[in-house]
């Protein structure tokens, strides 16, 4: 059978083992990823994924399902647009519908500083094969009438803008779910509620983990949590040059196709799509302060708002529907960790802030490799987590500004 | 998420007068390799209760150590 006759069960509950080859902290996009190209690409099959809520429960639900490759630094134009291209061919590899959306996106300059961002963005993508163009005001009405030059005629109109073709939305529960079905088919055990209380450290290397449902030994720990990694690298000893800070966005109810193009602006921290449900989804910037907690403010939702109806007048009609906040980790150079700690087999996958939906499939066949093998592929290999040791930061902020 | 710091000088205010000044860390520069990168790049990033500078911009204009829950923003110090 196939189609919409084949009845699938995607996550089959099973009892954990006692011991794995690999054992994955957190059931998010990165973890389910790992686990996933473990299994298919390395042949590493006794994997347990261990996460305390349910799977996407955290930053992979969290966030607003945004694609693209649009980077700064050479170090991560390679890195994002190999996973963007590994995106391109998911529904079919992991044979689930993740209803990807070509759409295109900009990001609009409204001063002298970031119009110069946003041409040096353009040629740095053009000279790595990404398809991002410089463009003026004009063309920007073109492509996208709705949005208003002016920008709401507070004095900041739009001067031109980098618009990067290729940007999409996907959906981000199916990744999630796609990955776990995937994984679950190949013998990869996904145990949901099940909190990790514990890594075991014996003689300096990690080699198992306390649960809710037990003790499990593992060859190797990957903490692949997003917001919670400082806490996690806390229970094997590790420091991390992380700050958890919350991210916050809503959805108005849905509507009838209005925007097809994704609108972001850096100089008004916002950003703007339509998903494919028709709720038009806005975000912005993380908080200043660090936090654990995820409880949404009006402050925000009010300012947020305003922001948007400048930008993009029709959206002053529309009705606000929910609204909610992620936890976000932030690296000091804005871009991910990943590799090895000075923990012998407790790995990590983090530092993924505000840009870490996009990377799932490259990070996750990354780190399969480094665990696998043992030595991180060239294109992971620049975001080891030491790098701010020896100087070697990729500094990448204004990429990382706004989703 | 939102909250208030009672400030000793002003008294309490919206965490919007404020700026974060990041947790409370001891400097030891200058030591060894080690202890430079520990202090000026790794953070505690504590789920719980942390030590923490704010910086009152738009009251009195002077630096505060504060006690704050991570998990739910609860103060519990503000000296």
């Known amino acids: 059978m196939s189609g919409l006759l084949r009845k699938r069960v995607y996550l089959r509950a099973v009892p954990a083992e006692r011991s794995y080859d690999v054992v994955i902290i957190g059931g998010g996009g990165h973890g389910l990823a790992t686990a996933y190209y473990l299994a298919s690409r390395f042949g590493i099959r006794r994997v347990g994924v261990f996460e305390r809520s349910y799977i996407g429960s955290g930053a992979s639900g969290r966030n607003t399902t945004v694609l693209r490759a649009n980077y700064k630094m050479p170090e991560s134009v390679a890195f994002f647009k190999q996973s963007f291209d590994m995106y391109r061919e998911l529904s079919t590899e992991l044979d689930y519908n993740l209803l990807m959306s070509r ?22 993508n053009q000279a790595f094969g990404v398809d991002t163009a410089f463009i003026g005001p004009a063309e920007v009405k073109e492509l996208c009438p709705q949005v208003d030059l002016s920008a709401g005629g507070k004095g900041h109109p739009i001067i031109g803008a980098s618009y990067h073709a290729p940007g999409s939305v996907i959906r981000h529960d199916a990744v999630v779910w796609g990955y776990a079905a995937a994984a679950m088919r190949l013998g990869v055990h996904v145990h949901q509620g099940a909190a990790v209380t514990g890594i075991t450290i014996e003689n300096g290397r990690a080699v198992g983990i306390e649960t809710s449902a037990g003790r499990v030994s593992a060859g190797v720990v990957l903490s692949a949590t997003a917001g919670y990694t400082s806490a996690v690298a806390k229970l094997a000893g590790v420091r991390l040059p992380l700050m958890t800070h919350p991210l916050q966005a809503f959805v108005t109810h849905a509507y009838r196709p209005i925007l097809h193009r994704i609108v972001a602006s850096s100089d008004m921290l916002i950003y703007v799509s339509q998903t494919s449900r028709g709720e038009i989804l806005i975000g912005a910037e993380i908080e200043r302060y660090n936090t654990y907690s995820t409880r949404s403010t009006y402050s925000f939702l009010a300012e947020c708002a305003s922001r948007a109806i400048d930008l993009l007048p029709f959206t002053a009609k529309l009705k606000i529907l929910r609204q909610w906040s992620g936890l976000c980790d932030m690296s000091p150079d804005y871009s991910p960790l990943m590799g090895p700690t000075e923990v012998e087999n ?58 | 998420m939102g909250f208030k710091i009672d400030c000793p000088h002003c008294g309490p205010r919206s965490y919007h007068e404020f700026a974060f000044g990041g947790e409370l860390r001891a400097f030891a520069f200058d030591r060894d390799e080690d202890t430079d990168y520990a202090a000026v790049w790794l953070r505690d990033n504590a789920a719980g209760v942390q030590l923490e500078r704010w910086f009152h911009s738009a009251g009195c204009r002077r630096w505060l150590n504060v006690r704050r829950n991570t998990s739910d923003n609860t103060i519990l110090e503000v000296r």
């Open chain 1, 103 to 124: 759409r295109g996106l900009f990001w609009l300059a409204h001063s002298e500083n970031s119009l110069r961002l946003q041409r040096e963005r353009a040629l740095l």
């Open chain 1, 346 to 403: 407790f790995l990590v996958s983090a530092g993924w802030g505000t840009w870490g939906f996009k990377a799932i499939p490259a990070s996750g066949v990354g780190m399969a490799e480094l665990i696998s093998r043992g030595t991180a592929p060239a294109a992971i290999a620049p975001f080891r987590i030491d790098r701010f040791k020896d100087d070697r930061a990729i500094p990448d902020r204004s990429s990382a500004g706004t989703h």
